[in-house]
T-cell receptor, first 115, second 115 residues
Framework: GAGVSQSPSNKVTEKGKDVELRCDPI?????LYWYRQSLGQGLEFLIY????????KSGLPSDRFSAERTGGSVSTLTIQRTQQEDSAVYLC?????????????FGPGTRLTVT | AQSVAQPEDQVNVAEGNPLTVKCTYS??????LFWYVQYPNRGLQFLLK??????LVKGSYGFEAEFNKSQTSFHLKKPSALVSDSALYFC?????????????FGAGTRLFVKA
């Protein structure tokens, strides 16, 4: 079946512009995660959604970052007034959810470059 | 709060030799532990996980990891390294006591296997 997809694969934007990154999880997966991977760095947790529960936003680095998940499926990560330090690869992952510690299935990522 | 440490930025090993990639963690309750691998120009892939039970966990591609509660470690091992094992390896932890899904990743360890 189809895996996690993300779009766009690459995004170049000017400092100060807003960007939207999209994630389509695996069908039926109820948990969805966003991470940021800066060059040479590990994965930084940003936010996760699980079913209809309130999302855990504890990893969002500033109020310029927000995310939503519509209909329990597709998710959009929005970065407002982008800064050069926002340049990174943004990864999305999904799991079947529930109480089980399932492994995460990752998308290919969106490489964001802020000039 | 949960955390993960991968003390080595890079591990070098000769093909055919055993390899170990180290990981230590900190959680309030019992941990769920994961290893993922990121090959060049490919997405993150799940290798193995520890939930409960046997401390030695076997995973994909001949990898295994040993959970050590007293040392709060979950080192990744392979008896005989292959050049194709060269990649970036991430350890991750989720705290089972929170009931949440937040998963924290380490900074990653780059493995180089020399022919």
């Amino acid at each position: 079946g189809a895996g996690v997809s993300q779009s766009p694969s690459n995004k170049v934007t000017e400092k100060g512009k807003d960007v939207e990154l999209r994630c389509d999880p695996i069908s039926g997966h109820t948990a969805l995660y966003w991470y940021r991977q800066s060059l040479g760095q590990g994965l930084e947790f940003l936010i996760y959604f699980q079913g209809n529960s309130a999302p855990d936003k504890s990893g969002l680095p500033s109020d310029r970052f927000s995310a939503e998940r519509t209909g329990g499926s597709v998710s959009t990560l929005t970065i407002q007034r982008t800064q050069q330090e926002d340049s990174a690869v943004y990864l999305c992952a999904s799991t079947p959810g529930g109480g089980e510690p399932y492994e995460q299935y990752f998308g290919p990522g969106t490489r964001l470059t802020v000039t | 709060a949960q955390s993960v440490a991968q003390p080595e930025d890079q591990v070098n090993v000769a093909e055919g030799n055993p390899l170990t990639v180290k990981c230590t963690y900190s959680v309030s309750g019992n941990p769920y532990l994961f290893w993922y691998v990121q090959y060049p120009n490919r997405g993150l892939q799940f290798l193995l996980k520890y939930i409960t039970g046997d401390n030695l966990v076997k995973g994909s591609y001949g990898f295994e990891a040993e959970f050590n509660k007293s040392q709060t470690s979950f080192h990744l091992k392979k008896p005989s390294a292959l050049v194709s094992d060269s990649a970036l390896y991430f350890c991750a932890v989720r705290d089972s006591s929170t009931g949440g899904f937040k998963t924290i990743f380490g900074a990653g360890t780059r493995l180089f296997v020399k022919a």
